[in-house]
Nanobody
């Protein structure tokens, strides 16, 4: 049973910062790509940032220069440091991990339950 748990969301003023965490647990053989996605009311879920096991990163244009994704493979934990937050960053942020639960198992994605980030005065 694989579980992804996000934490660190909350209410922050414009220009403020938050650090989100996502920890994977359960029957995990290997984690490949991990990523953060977000979904605002009435909108499609969108990519925020991804990071592969070797450390290469990818960011959405809307957040480049303001966020930094990282991971600690030994802890099976991924982070998203968010700075200079804007009201348009308000959304539920979801953790995603592409992983195998066994050496010959299928690579597939898993989702966390999400954590709310609200940027408002």
């Amino acid at each position: 049973q694989v579980q992804l748990v996000e934490s660190g969301g909350g209410l922050v003023q414009p220009g403020g910062s938050l650090r989100l965490s996502c920890t994977a647990s359960g029957n995990i053989f290997a984690i490949y790509t991990m990523g953060w996605y977000r979904q605002a009311p009435g909108k499609q879920r969108e990519l925020v940032a991804t990071i592969i096991s070797g450390g290469s990163t990818n960011y959405a244009n809307s957040v480049k220069g303001r966020v930094a994704i990282s991971r600690d493979n030994s802890k099976k934990t991924m982070y998203l440091q968010m700075n200079s937050l804007k009201p348009e960053d308000t959304a539920v942020y979801y953790c995603n991990a592409e992983l195998r639960t066994s050496p010959l198992g299928e690579r597939r994605g898993y989702w966390g339950q999400g954590t709310q980030v609200t940027v408002a005065s």
